[in-house]
């Protein structure tokens, strides 16, 4: 799992064109003032914000943004969690903030929709949907605060899913799946952060961005541009100078374009 050069790369010069992200989520502090879709500030007094009309958690800055983010916000079960199950979070989970789950709540969304995630389809705790998620084993027997992270995390998600589904409330498969969405954010996600380094939210992206590897003296960086929706920015785009070596190579199922991650 890891991307390799398909040519030679010069100093500052695009590795990929722009990726879009399998899953976002603002950080809970930026929730009432930064749009949930394309993270952009809200005006103090704008004219056409939306709110999400159920949990009305999300806040939108226009039509536009709020009809692009409803279905996976209704659907991953993160409306139902922020109407029911955010109350049943100890304060230690509330206070840390609840941005990774939720993260992980619309990760098992996209995958599910796309069957890259099933119980029958995950073996072993390894991978889901190309992204790594191993060592979840070794930390939940470990049993430190991650742990508990972990497994709280994906009961609310567990309760949040079947809520959504209006099903009715059965552990299954010990909740394999929801553990691993979760820990497959912690593991894999990035913050995304402005200039000034301020982080506003974590992203989570497939294996085009995920297996890039990981070093202490990294030679290459990433970035995040909050580009206006009204914007053409097609001119941008370059040819990926990468590509994924592995046997299992697993595509990214997120094809069109989030214009807010580069």
């Not at 995040?224 to 070596?245: G, I």
């Amino acid at each position: 799992m890891e991307m390799r050069a398909r040519e030679s790369v010069s100093t500052s010069k695009d590795l990929t064109g722009e990726i879009a992200p399998y899953a976002t989520a603002l950080h809970d502090v930026f929730l009432q003032s930064h749009c949930s879709s394309c993270f952009t500030k809200l005006l103090p007094q704008p004219p056409c914000v939306v709110s999400c009309t159920i949990c009305c958690s999300l806040r939108y800055c226009c039509s536009e943004c709020f009809g692009a983010d409803s279905a996976v916000h209704f659907s991953s079960g993160e409306c139902c969690f922020f109407v029911d199950h955010l109350k049943r979070a100890s304060p230690s989970y509330v206070s840390e903030g609840t941005s990774d789950l939720r993260a992980a709540l619309r990760l098992l969304y996209v995958l599910e929709m796309h069957g890259l995630a099933s119980s029958d389809s995950i073996d072993k705790y390894s991978r889901i949907g190309g992204l790594s998620a191993s060592g979840i084993e070794k930390v939940l027997e470990e049993g430190e605060v991650i742990a508990e992270r972990i497994l709280e995390g994906s009961l609310l998600m567990s309760s949040a899913r079947k809520s959504r589904a209006q099903t009715s409330f059965i552990f299954s498969d010990r909740l394999k799946l929801e553990k691993m969405a979760l820990w497959a954010v912690i593991i894999n996600s990035v913050e995304v952060q402005l200039s000034e380094g301020l982080a506003m939210g974590v992203a989570v992206y497939g294996p085009s961005f995920s297996w890039f590897n990981h070093s202490c003296f990294p030679s290459a960086s990433y970035r995040f541009v909050l580009a206006p929706r009204n914007e053409d920015y097609a001119s941008q785009k370059s040819k990926s100078c990468v590509v994924p070596a592995s046997k299992g190579v697993a595509a990214d199922v997120v094809k069109e374009n989030n214009d807010h991650f580069v």
